[in-house]
């Protein structure tokens, strides 16, 4: 008897339903979704319109925003493995230019898991332009709160984060991230600030206040990034769906067949599974675990789940009992509504997903 496919068709029937309703009444332009169990492709799907009679596909192009993030957490755990850091390693002894505040004592474990103390946000594009002006200002910046006494998301720990690992590695960290972890995956396309030839084929963003009323294609809609130049730990990626697909499913130890996983067993572990306290809340190297409220996971998601979001609308959702690896990636900013409705949206999908598993591991 052949063996059952990981998911019923019909639960993947609803859940490109749910997308193509979701471009119909405009929560987004348009929105890509990859599906994988164990490492393989089990079902990708395209809705909606990059400009005018283009449709999207499946290798469209999305701004991740903050699903940047958990890449550069990637690479930083493969310093970490090549012994060029230590998660215990301070703003200290990393920026010897920074002043003797409390800052100075913050971890990298701290930036990775938002308790550093840092605020969340600051408009520095108003005043600042560069990674070096962008790093100098942070450095400046009063800790909101005592390193590890809260959890506070912060782009702020990011940009610091990424510019100690571009350190450590003596190269950008674009290149960092795709030697150490995109390009051992095969993952080819991924990457920061789009080729000119690629923009075609990149979703359209809008509504950046930092530049009102302009329809950006294959530009960074993060306007703290867009100033340091695109190229940041904590948003400016580019992706398509079923390459971040890919990603967690590599975080799951699930690489492409012929390829091994960029970070051992053992590493995996802190990206999996959270590394604060749970009355600090919950976070990983670079991921949203229980009980994080930002996590996206479905009502029937339970156990071993970890993933991560971005504003433009873009979400990667992992879960390791299944071995499943879920990417939605939406341009919902070139609508100038909340993201109430895509949230919903990554819920509802992640339900009728879950719900489609034939077997799950006792």
Known sequence: MPSRPPLRPHALDIADRLLSEAVATRVCGAGSLCVTVRGRVEHVFAAGETSPGALATPDTLFDLASLTKPYAAAALLSLVEHGALSLRDTVRDLFPEAPPTALAGVTLHQLATHTSGLPAWLPLHDSERGIDAFVARILRTPLESPPGALYRYSDLGYILLGTAVARA??????????ERILAPLGIVRTGYAPRPEERPVVAPTANCPMRPGAVLR???????AHAM????AHAGLFASAPEVAAFGAAM?????EGREPPLGEATLRLARR??????????SIGWFTPPNGMLPCGDLWRGGVFGHTGFTGTMLACWEEPYLSVALLTNRVLMPDDNGAVMRLRRRVLNVIAGGLTALER
């Not at 799951?252 to 492409?256: K, N, Q």
């Not at 959270?274 to 976070?283: D, K, L, Y």
């Open 252 to 256: 799951l130890g699930c690489a492409p």
């Open 218 to 224: 294959g530009e960074v809609h993060d306007a703290n």
């Open 274 to 283: 959270s590394q604060i306290a749970p009355e600090v809340g919950g976070h």
């Open 229 to 232: 130049g695109g190229v940041s």
């Open 169 to 178: 590695a003596s190269q950008p960290l674009d290149a960092c991230l795709r």
